[in-house]
């Protein structure tokens, strides 16, 4: 009877996990169409990233294109400055609001966008780098389908260096999906959800709608900017980064990665529509399922060990497939996704202890309140 009610349960799991990530977004082609200094400015908001820097300063330069590129430097104590220098980059300090209330990444954007001069503003994390010589091109080419107007947002795809960094898996196929934009169970709405990594707009529309200042009490800034581009009728669109927009995160240590995430994930869960996040429940729970049906076989007729291996090997694949989307992890532990499934729990459990509880977190050295 129990391998029975499993059975069942991941069936209905193979299913959502078939529509949670039925649509997709993906940039438009490249046009071949040179790109000047005033059309765009790239904003970076950098702390103490000696290491990261380097990669996306590289990667700008393999740009097809002319654009000014900002690095706003927010109190690093290594030689992000002098890095961002050599590469041509203009450097600015971040100036401290009077109360310090104020600081992170959203007053770092918000500084470098008063310095810019072109008409549309790109800011994009430290982490990320652009694999495509025409990959700038691209995310204007399809900001230009939006008319130039509203929000244009780009998740990368994950790439990763030392074997504990694919413990990340879960958390970033899960930042995709839970915008409801990838799933054909989401309710037909304006979208007020905006990834955080790489984001595009006009400086009109960004300082209209005061830009950053919407996240200055935010530690998601993605959905904060995201929620006031709507209220004021302007598109809010979401882009997977493929092969043309990259990044590497938490390469600095398993802590790193645990801080990270603990940060904002509980957060980012809230704004999922309830239909989205029971499939996405309902699809992770096959990861349980599909491993006890398998190992209660065991102890089973020989029948039912065949079709327990076959639900564990089709929800595996489909594991695979999905994450293999959003980033390239490591297929040891995409095979023995319920190690994935338990670090997720543990990781979301302790965020939503502080998002609901202690109200604050650590990053980078510093503490951030949750409102």
């Known amino acids: 009877m129990i391998q029975f009610i499993l059975t069942i349960l991941s069936t209905i799991s193979l299913i959502c996990g078939r529509l949670i990530f039925n649509q997709r977004h993906r940039?438009?082609?490249?046009?071949?169409?040179?790109?000047?200094?005033n059309e765009v400015t790239i904003i970076i908001p950098a702390r103490n990233e000696e290491r990261r820097?380097?990669?996306?300063?590289?990667?700008?330069?393999?740009?097809?294109g002319i654009y000014e590129v900002i690095v706003m430097d927010d109190g690093s104590k290594d030689n992000t400055k002098e890095i961002a220098q050599t590469f041509g980059a203009t450097v600015y300090e971040i100036e401290q609001n009077l109360d310090r209330q104020w600081f992170g990444k959203s007053h770092a954007c918000y500084q470098g966008a008063t310095n810019a001069q072109s008409e549309l503003l790109m800011f994009v994390d430290a982490d990320v780098t652009f694999g495509h010589p025409h990959a700038i091109e691209k995310i204007l080419n399809t900001y230009r389908k939006q008319h130039n107007h509203g929000l244009l947002s780009v998740q990368p795809f994950h790439e990763t260096g030392k074997f504990y960094e694919s413990l990340s898996a879960i958390f970033n196929l899960m930042t995709v999906v839970g915008v409801n934009q990838f799933s054909s169970l989401a309710r037909q709405s304006n979208n007020d959800i905006a990834f955080g990594p790489v984001t595009l707009m006009h400086r009109d529309d960004y300082f209209k709608t005061d830009g950053h200042?919407?996240?200055?009490?935010?530690?998601?800034?993605?959905?904060?900017?995201?929620?006031?581009f709507e209220s004021v009728q302007l598109p809010v669109t979401v882009y997977e980064g493929g092969n043309d927009v990259k990044f590497r995160m938490y390469e600095a240590g398993l802590q790193s990665l645990i801080q990270g995430w603990t940060k904002h994930f509980s957060v980012g869960a809230?704004?999922?529509?309830?239909?989205?996040?029971?499939?996405?429940?309902?699809w992770l729970m096959g990861s349980i399922t599909?491993?006890?049906?398998?190992?209660?076989?065991?102890?089973?007729?020989?029948?039912?060990?065949?079709?327990?291996?076959?639900f564990y090997v089709l929800y595996t694949c489909q594991f695979v497939r999905l994450h293999r989307r959003v980033g390239a992890f490591s297929m040891v532990l995409l095979i023995l996704h319920p190690v994935l499934f338990i670090f997720f729990i543990f990781i979301f459990a302790n965020s939503w202890r502080h998002t609901h509880f202690s109200k604050k977190v650590e990053w980078k050295g510093r503490s951030f309140k949750i409102n």
Do not use: C, W, Y
Not at 216 to 223: C, D, K, L, R, Y
């Open 290 to 310: 599909s491993t006890l049906t398998l190992l209660i076989s065991v102890f089973t007729k020989p029948a039912s060990r065949i079709v327990s291996l076959l």
């Open 213 to 228: 200042k919407n996240a200055q009490h935010s530690i998601i800034e993605g959905f904060a900017l995201g929620e006031k």
């Open 27 to 37: 940039l438009l082609s490249s046009q071949n169409r040179i790109i000047h200094s």
């Open 53 to 64: 820097l380097p990669h996306l300063l590289q990667s700008l330069q393999g740009q097809q």
């Open 270 to 282: 809230d704004k999922t529509q309830p239909q989205i996040m029971l499939a996405i429940v309902m």
